[in-house]
């Protein structure tokens, strides 16, 4: 016990003088950490995502934007709302972008309905999904040029939400990105 409260009595008095403080305290046989840094980092994280590994979660019952990679080079990204427990329709917009050394050959759209719509510049390397997801799934699936690095940003009515974001990498399924926006790289382009 002693230990974690000296730490946080450290990090409450360094707080001033440092960019964040970390604590890891595994009483209960869990790793807790608590991060004070705020904002989150500027520059986009590149993370480890695994090439082939599906998601799966049930449409309305609980907030996320899932993010898979194909072999061959094909990001799927597909969302989620929680209209089953708060009768709200989340609105989500999703920005996404390939490193200047790829390009984008196709996009295919899967389950839009209504104002759903989706706006692609191959040239720039960018594809903005805006759909407003309840009890279904809309998605959208970017063919790249293999092992492209992709940019994600996920917005939800309109505030920056990068908690929301879901993909499997490093052999653990990651729930919330680090920063917003979040870069992943694939295992096998």
Same mark, same amino acid.
């Given at each position: 016990? +002693?230990?974690?409260?000296?730490?946080?009595?450290?990090?409450? &008095?360094?707080? !001033?003088?440092?960019?964040?403080?970390?604590?890891?305290?595994?009483?209960?046989?869990? %790793?807790?950490?608590?991060?004070?840094?705020?904002?989150?980092?500027?520059? @986009?994280?590149?993370? !480890?995502?695994?090439?082939? *590994?599906?998601?799966?979660?049930? @449409? &309305? /019952?609980?907030?996320?934007?899932?993010?898979?990679?194909?072999?061959?080079? =094909?990001?799927?990204?597909? %969302?989620?709302?929680?209209?089953?427990? !708060?009768?709200?329709?989340? @609105?989500?917009? $999703?920005? =996404?972008?390939?490193?200047?050394?790829? !390009? $984008?050959?196709? *996009?295919?759209?899967? /389950?839009?309905?209504?104002? /759903?719509? *989706?706006?692609?510049?191959?040239?720039?390397?960018? *594809?903005?999904?805006?759909?407003?997801?309840?009890?279904?799934?809309?998605?959208?699936?970017?063919? =790249?040029?293999? &092992?492209?690095?992709?940019?994600?940003?996920?917005?939800? /009515?309109?505030?920056?939400?990068?908690?929301?974001?879901? +993909?499997? &990498?490093?052999?653990?399924?990651?729930?919330?990105? @680090?920063?917003?926006?979040?870069?992943?790289?694939?295992?096998?382009?």
């Amino acid at each position: 016990m +002693w230990p974690a409260v000296l730490g946080l009595v450290g990090c409450v &008095g360094l707080g !001033s003088a440092t960019t964040g403080c970390i604590i890891v305290d595994d009483n209960d046989g869990g %790793t807790v950490i608590i991060d004070d840094r705020d904002p989150l980092p500027e520059q @986009p994280m590149l993370m !480890s995502i695994e090439t082939d *590994v599906a998601l799966e979660s049930v @449409p &309305g /019952d609980g907030v996320g934007v899932f993010v898979e990679y194909y072999s061959g080079g =094909t990001y799927r990204i597909w %969302t989620t709302c929680d209209t089953n427990f !708060s009768g709200s329709v989340c @609105p989500m917009d $999703i920005f =996404t972008s390939v490193d200047q050394s790829s !390009s $984008i050959h196709s *996009v295919t759209t899967v /389950d839009l309905e209504g104002a /759903d719509q *989706v706006n692609i510049n191959e040239a720039a390397g960018t *594809v903005d999904m805006y759909v407003d997801t309840s009890v279904d799934i809309d998605a959208i699936e970017i063919n =790249t040029t293999p &092992g492209a690095i992709l940019r994600v940003e996920v917005l939800i /009515d309109g505030v920056a939400q990068p908690r929301f974001v879901y +993909w499997f &990498g490093n052999g653990v399924l990651h729930n919330g990105a @680090p920063t917003s926006p979040v870069d992943f790289v694939p295992t096998v382009p």
